[in-house]
């Protein structure tokens, strides 16, 4: 009888355990790439502009800043990209140049709420 009642407690906690995991959000890079994070996508724009198109993706995440950027972070670098910190003195939100060969800059914007906003972006060329 003891054995089935951890069981099923056990089994319960697992169950609610994962009810408070993220969703994944995937967005497709302009290298065909697919990057996943884990936050829940707010807002998917493509604006045109003079010489092509600015992709913008807002994701909020149910971190802190710098737990949302280290995470970020990860993901572009998994998928190759090199990142340059760029100053902002006008604000407390970082910003990060994420940068590959063949490939546009991304931009990366965090603001400095809690939980995070991270705003994406980058301009793609009209062909």
Not at 36 to 48: E, S
Request: aromatic share 6%; with cysteine; glycine share 6%.
């Amino acid at each position: 009888m003891k054995k089935i009642t951890y069981v099923a407690v056990l089994s319960c906690l697992l169950a609610l355990g994962g009810c408070n995991e993220e969703k994944g959000t995937d967005i497709q890079l302009p290298s065909g790439e697919k990057l996943t994070l884990q936050g829940n996508m707010t807002k998917n724009v493509a604006k045109p502009i003079e010489n092509g198109t600015l992709k913008t993706y807002d994701i909020q995440y149910n971190l802190a800043q710098a737990e949302a950027k280290a995470k970020v972070d990860e993901r572009f670098r998994a998928l190759g990209y090199v990142a340059a910190e760029q100053p902002n003195a006008e604000s407390a939100a970082v910003k990060v140049h994420y940068m590959k060969k063949n490939s546009p800059t991304i931009g990366v914007l965090i603001n400095d709420k809690n939980p995070a906003l991270v705003s994406i972006y980058w301009q793609e060329k009209q062909q």
